[in-house]
């Protein structure tokens, strides 16, 4: 048997995946990780590079190993957002919907990323963050603002938008219920 | 014999370690029950909220008072209202100022609830002067006027979809041209260096852009504000005049000077450029060089402000050439000034220096 025959048993039996959280700066990545996995959200800082969590997430009785890979949006950043797209399961993209003016220069990132032909079986979640922000953005007005549609996602592709509010808490766990289940679909139906 | 003097002498040690371990169970428990009692009182959330409601009602409480006054009629309630309003919105930057201190500690619910509280207040303050004391008129329009220069300024309005009224008093006031949703840009103006444009943002994601050698003055409290592609041009969205609820992107701006007070700055691409903030998270700066910093209000003239600076922080090194630096003390032209005129005042020497 070989090492990667191994390794793949072994993340089988783990249950584990791998989760990419994008999105332009300031956008509220770190503080969506953090809450989902109940840490402290006070005192956060601009990412420089990347952080990986891992962490436990329990979907109908059955406990997944969640990699997640938060990487900074910065504009000097976003060049080394390719070198964490191998292995990817789900993209998790965050918008900041109260930031309306970004909403174009978000959307030509995400249909760059979407392009990727190493992300191209990858779940994608568009999270539209800051919810309880007055003047934030509907689901429905970020999708059309982000030309998010089959044909433009990739017809193959699992996708959806989700409103959240990492500050708050509010819609994080239900989207993060229907990635870990789409991924779990998908590597795990028969396992 | 052996056996008994070993037997001892292992009782002897282990009656040693047992004191021992007592002593340090005991210094361990005495340092944690300081530790739990210290807590620093500029660090407890619940004085710090606690103190932040009792500012806004007492200063709520003071300029309703001042305000019924006004409305009955009594001598002189007029200047004590436009006192109490002028020392309200200092109050407000204080406020401010306060809460962007604490974010270290309070929980994101609670800076967003001082961030709305310090509005409200500001927004009360606006409201009762729009009611109670008539809107001024600046010197500077009538120097305009005098000057020959509202040709020029019409230009400028008539570029912007001017929809000020005709009587005269607001003639200088323009609302960006509208380019959908709540979206406004005001565009592609040339101020000679004499011109002051006032811009009427309020509930907008305004982008003012390619313009040169003016002061615009942004009235209201937008809530997002685009500078891109000016040159020499002071902006100025903070203290009385007007405020941003969320970001301010600057991009690609050259020369000149900024003062805002919004909940984010972030700058690319921009040389020579003087900011005076009051910001409630760090300033971030990218691919760009020889920028000035110093906070919009400092009244002893020693507060600085900490910038991240991504080109600088990317370097492995971390010691890249640092791209920005704080405006000194004595060259803080726009910190610290109180009225509104004396700020347009510093503006325009700035802008004709």
Redesign the interface.
């Known amino acids: 048997m070989g090492l990667l025959s191994i390794i793949r048993k072994v993340k089988r039996k783990e249950r584990e995946m791998r989760l990419l959280m994008v999105g332009l700066?300031?956008a509220g990545k770190t503080?969506v990780v953090r809450r989902v996995n109940g840490e402290d959200?006070?005192?956060l800082?601009?990412t420089?590079g990347f952080h990986i969590k891992t962490m436990a997430y329990n979907v109908g009785g059955v406990s997944y190993r969640l990699n997640v890979w938060d990487v900074g949006g910065?504009?000097?950043?976003r060049g080394y957002w390719r070198n964490y797209f191998e292995k990817t399961d789900a993209l998790v993209w965050v918008v900041d919907s109260?930031?309306?003016?970004?909403m174009d220069e978000c959307a030509a990132e995400l249909s760059a990323l979407l392009g990727e032909e190493r992300l191209l079986g990858a779940t994608l979640l568009v999270l539209a963050n800051k919810q309880?922000?007055?003047?934030a953005l509907s689901v429905d007005e970020v999708s059309k603002r982000l030309g998010l549609t089959g044909e433009s996602v990739g017809k193959t592709r699992h996708w959806q938008v989700a409103a959240c509010s990492a500050?708050?808490g509010e819609g994080l766990l239900d989207a993060f219920h229907w990635v870990v289940s789409d991924v779990a679909s998908r590597l795990y139906a028969l396992a | 014999m052996a056996s008994s003097s070993s037997a001892s002498r292992a009782s002897t040690v282990l009656a040693r370690l047992e004191a021992r371990h007592r002593v340090r169970a005991l210094e361990a428990q005495k340092v944690k029950s300081q530790t739990s009692t210290q807590k620093a009182p500029e660090e407890d959330s619940d004085a710090f909220l606690s103190l932040f409601t009792q500012i806004q009602k007492e200063t709520t409480q003071n300029m309703q008072t001042c305000a019924v006054a006004c409305s009955s009629g009594e001598p002189e309630a007029q200047s004590k209202l436009a006192n109490e309003i002028a020392e309200t919105l200092v109050t407000c930057d204080r406020m401010r100022a306060m809460t962007a201190s604490a974010t270290y500690y309070l929980t994101s619910f609670d800076v967003r609830a001082c961030e709305a509280q310090s509005n409200a207040l500001r927004d009360l303050a606006h409201a009762l002067r729009a009611k109670h004391l008539p809107r001024r008129r600046f010197k500077f329009s009538q120097d305009f006027s005098r000057r020959g220069y509202a040709g020029a300024l019409e230009h400028v309005l008539e570029s912007a979809s001017d929809t000020s009224t005709a009587n005269g008093d607001d003639a200088r006031t323009a609302r960006p041209a509208d380019i959908g949703g709540r979206e406004a840009a005001l565009e592609n103006f040339d101020g000679g260096k004499t011109q002051v444009i006032d811009v009427d943002v309020s509930g907008l994601d305004a982008t003012i852009r390619d313009g040169r050698d003016a002061v615009v003055v942004c009235r209201g409290r937008a809530t997002a504000l685009r500078l891109a592609r000016l040159t020499n041009c002071i902006v100025l969205c903070a203290g009385e005049m007007g405020s941003v609820d969320g970001p301010v992107y600057v991009e690609e701006c050259t020369q000149g000077a900024v003062a805002v007070d919004s909940r984010q700055l972030r700058i690319h691409d921009s040389q020579g450029v003087a900011f005076y903030v009051a910001v409630s998270s760090t300033p971030i700066m990218e691919d760009s060089s020889n920028l000035k910093f110093a906070p919009w209000r400092d009244e002893d003239g020693t507060g600085d402000v900490h910038v991240q600076d991504f080109n600088r922080v990317l370097r492995d090194d971390g010691m890249g050439t640092c791209n920005w630096s704080t405006i000194d003390a004595t060259s803080r032209v726009l910190t610290g000034l109180n009225t509104e005129e004396a700020v347009l005042s510093a503006a325009r020497g700035l802008l004709c220096t």
Not at chain 1, 74 to 77: E, H, K, V, Y
Not at chain 1, 132 to 135: H, I, V
Request: proline fraction near 4%; charged fraction near 20%.
């Open positions: 700066d300031n503080t959200i006070t005192g800082a601009p420089v910065q504009r000097s950043l109260g930031d309306v003016m970004r309880d922000l007055s003047g500050a708050t």
